[in-house]
Structure formats: structure tokens, C-alpha cells
């Protein structure tokens, strides 16, 4: 592990906490892990924000001790998808039950810092989702001028 990288003792709280929130209890007779993620999940919005607070934990925890930027994207993504499809009456907890968003992130974690996976900058993604949204921007902009020429053409 790299001299910025968390110590052994945080690394298994952080693992732990993981377990705790992705894969600590078993559906008898089956093979299917859960945690509180899961459960608490079943509580519309408490969940969902318990999640979003531990994931985000786990992220500042990364960025604190010198995780490269596409690690934190990467990371990011896994807390937006699961923040938005886990919100999701029903979809939402069954996609929680096997994605694992937590697990997937201490992994990123994992080899990030023991086998020097997802370096680089983030810059290249941050540029490309800014064109995307830029471009998303200008053509709903254009849209709503459309609509309101049109509109306007109805009521003239």
C-alpha cells in the first residue's frame, strides 16, 4: 500500500461497515446476502439516505488519503446509480439485494491501494459529462423556443 493509503485498521472498519450494510445476513437455505442497505431500503427514503451517507463516508475517506480521481468518478457513478434506481419502489430494493453499491466501492478501494488499479485524472470524464450536459442544455433550450414560437403562432 501506497503511503497515503488508510491503515490496515481503517481499511477493516471500512470492510466491516461494508459487510454491515451490503452482506451480513443470508436468506436461509439460499445463497443471497443482504444487509441494512437492504433492509432499511424496505423503509421508503431512510434507506436510500443511510446509503447515500455511508457511500459518501467511504468516498471521503478515499479522497482523504490520495485516491486518484477516476477512482472517486468510478465511485461516484456506483453511489448515483444506486441512489437512483434504489429509489424505486420495489425495483429499487431488489436492485439493492444484488448490486451492492457499498461492496463495490471498498473493492475500487481495494485496488486502488493494493494493486494500483483506476489511476488517472477524472478530467477527461468530468469534460466529457460537462459537453453532454452543455449540449443537453442547448438543445432544450432550443425545444422550449420552438414551443413557445409555435404556441405563440396559435394564440396570434
Known amino acids: 500500500m501506497s503511503d497515503l493509503s488508510p491503515t490496515p485498521t481503517k481499511l477493516k472498519t471500512l470492510d466491516t461497515l461494508t459487510d454491515l450494510m451490503d452482506s451480513k445476513f443470508r436468506i436461509p437455505g439460499t445463497d443471497i446476502r443482504f444487509g441494512l442497505d437492504f433492509l432499511i431500503g424496505l423503509v421508503p427514503y431512510a434507506g436510500d439516505l443511510l446509503s ?28 448515483f446509480l444506486d441512489a437512483t434506481v434504489g429509489s424505486i419502489p ?4 431488489l436492485f439493492d439485494l444484488t448490486y451492492k453499491a457499498n461492496r463495490r466501492n471498498f473493492n475500487l478501494l481495494k485496488e486502488h491501494y493494493d494493486e494500483n488499479k483506476h489511476t488517472g485524472s477524472a478530467w477527461p470524464v468530468i469534460i466529457f459529462v460537462a459537453l453532454v450536459l452543455g449540449a443537453l442544455f442547448v438543445l432544450l433550450v432550443w425545444l422550449l423556443v420552438k414551443i413557445a414560437s409555435y404556441g405563440w403562432g396559435l394564440i396570434f
Open 52 to 79: 447515500f451517507v455511508f457511500s459518501g463516508g467511504l468516498v471521503v475517506t478515499m479522497a482523504k488519503n490520495g485516491a486518484s480521481g477516476m477512482v472517486l468518478v468510478k465511485m461516484l457513478w456506483n453511489i
Open 90 to 93: 420495489i425495483i429499487g430494493d
